[in-house]
């Protein structure tokens, strides 16, 4: 009887040494994370601290360190991205897919470098494959390269092609509503880029002559 | 100066046909091969053993004495156990954090000061030569940062809260680039640093010459510029984010040996 109550406390106490072997309670990363983010980062320039206060997208996706999300949780983060989506005011979904280039090369804006006001790039050519010409390109995401085409957009205006254009415009504005941990920026809803600048960079996916699809 | 236009020239005679993606990797590490006995690296390193031994600040005195970790004095294998935690100042401190509150017990230079100071100006440069030199001094070494105490596994930890943190208009974190093998940004290929390889190959990397700018880059200097990518605030010099990033990084890369200072683009 003694024995076996020594033993039980034996085990009790390893138990509770291994605990404190296999580091800080998740309490304590918790804690010790903000106190660090609050004494580590200051405003600079454009680079205001509220961009360290993730919103519920943002708060899951970092917290899923990587691993997929509970499906429940990642359909609602997806509702509540695609309810933000506003489409063009005026209808009109495509504009001028040169421009639209000039755009996709452009990786400026928004760092803590750049002047207020000055119109922000799409970057987008730092993770996707775009146009067939441009070789310096990233990887992170797919290639966007005959994106119109292999879709089968031969007029981006006809019935046929609503869909596709209505997704586009969408995944544009805020890639979270369809992929609740996507890496890629919500150009739309977080003001990186404005209507004007979307549709040229709708142009450059979806219009036939673009190179994007004439190549 | 020199360096710098060499390495412009260098690069822009690098091939940009048609196998591009390749052949400017390639180029560039060619470029590293032929470089390899004469990194400009090396003026900084000469120039930070100089400033290691020389007299200096209000107290003139040298950072012989300097403890990084193995005691004072010893620099040999320091740089492959940093960042670590370090009883005198109840801190884990990175490379350049130590040699800051070396240089204030030390020298009498004030640490507050250095690290609002510019990279590139003042006492920020006097760093850029320590941290080459110091670093080279365990060149070819495995990194084996301690986590025996509390702090460092906490530091690790919160260090891996801070990698996976997205934030800023962007929703980028250190994850969105180095949380998955073989990814690039435009050309540029991404170490994953959540492991090795690429965990030892990037943390072992810096400091780093970089050939782009012509400048000897600390790792807090390389995180300061990921953080201004990421569309972040601004990291505080030596701030606990940046070192317990560097925790996470060094203990990711464990027997990753350390290539610093490397050359770099």
């Not at chain 2, 020389?54 to 970790?69: E, F, M, N, V």
């Amino acid at each position: 009887m003694m024995t076996t109550k020594r033993q039980a406390g034996l085990l009790a106490f390893s138990a509770l040494l291994a605990g404190c072997a296999a580091g800080p309670s998740t309490r304590q990363v918790d804690e010790a994370t903000q106190q660090v983010l609050k004494s580590s980062f200051r405003e600079q320039g454009i680079a205001r601290l509220d961009r360290l206060a993730p919103d519920a997208s943002n708060q899951a996706c970092s917290e899923a360190q990587g691993r997929p999300l509970d499906e429940k949780l990642a359909k609602s983060i997806e509702a509540e991205n695609l309810a933000t989506v506003k489409m063009p005011g005026d209808g009109k979904f495509i504009g001028d897919w040169r421009e639209g280039e000039k755009i996709a090369q452009n990786g400026r804006g928004m760092t803590w470098s750049d002047k207020p006001g000055e119109a922000n790039g799409g970057s987008c050519y730092n993770c996707h494959q775009i146009s067939k010409a441009e070789l310096s390109f990233g990887s992170i995401g797919p290639s966007l390269y005959n994106y119109g085409k292999l879709r089968g957009v031969s007029d981006p205006a006809s019935p046929d092609s609503k869909p596709i254009v209505d997704y586009t415009w969408g995944k544009l504005w805020n890639a979270k509503a369809y992929n609740a941990c996507s890496d890629m920026p919500r150009f739309g809803h977080a003001g990186i880029l404005n209507e004007a600048q979307l549709r040229d960079l709708m142009a450059l996916l979806l219009d036939p002559k673009s190179p994007v699809n004439s190549q | 100066m020199k360096w710098s236009l060499w390495g412009l020239v260098l690069l822009g005679a690098l091939p940009m046909a048609a196998t591009a993606q390749k052949s400017t990797a390639e180029g560039i590490a060619e470029y590293r091969a032929m470089l390899a006995d004469g990194n400009p690296a090396e003026l900084f390193e000469a120039r930070g053993e100089d400033l290691w031994k020389q007299a200096r600040g209000p107290k003139k005195a040298s950072l012989q004495a300097c403890d990084l970790g193995k005691g004072p004095g010893v620099v040999k294998g320091a740089f492959v156990e940093l960042p670590r935690f370090f009883p005198d100042t109840q801190r884990v401190q990175d490379l350049e954090s130590r040699l800051l509150t070396c240089m204030e017990t030390l020298q009498g230079i004030s640490a507050a000061e250095t690290a609002k100071t510019p990279f590139g100006q003042g006492e920020q440069k006097t760093l850029e030569g320590l941290v080459a030199w110091i670093s080279a001094e365990s060149r070819d070494m495995r990194f084996n940062l301690p986590q025996s105490h509390p702090q460092e596994k906490l530091a690790y930890e919160v260090g891996k809260r801070l990698f996976y943190l997205r934030g800023g208009p962007y929703d980028f974190a250190c994850a969105s680039c180095h949380g998955e093998d073989g990814k690039r940004v435009r050309l540029q290929d991404l170490p994953n640093l959540t492991k090795n390889p690429g965990a030892g190959n990037g943390f072992g990397a810096w400091p780093a010459y970089r050939v782009s700018s012509g400048e000897l880059w600390s790792m807090q200097r390389r995180l300061n510029d990921c953080y201004r990518q990421q569309r972040f605030p601004y990291p505080g010099f030596a701030s606990d984010a940046t070192i317990a990033l560097g925790v996470y990084m060094g203990v990711n890369g464990k027997d990753g040996a350390s290539i610093a200072p490397a050359l770099k683009r």
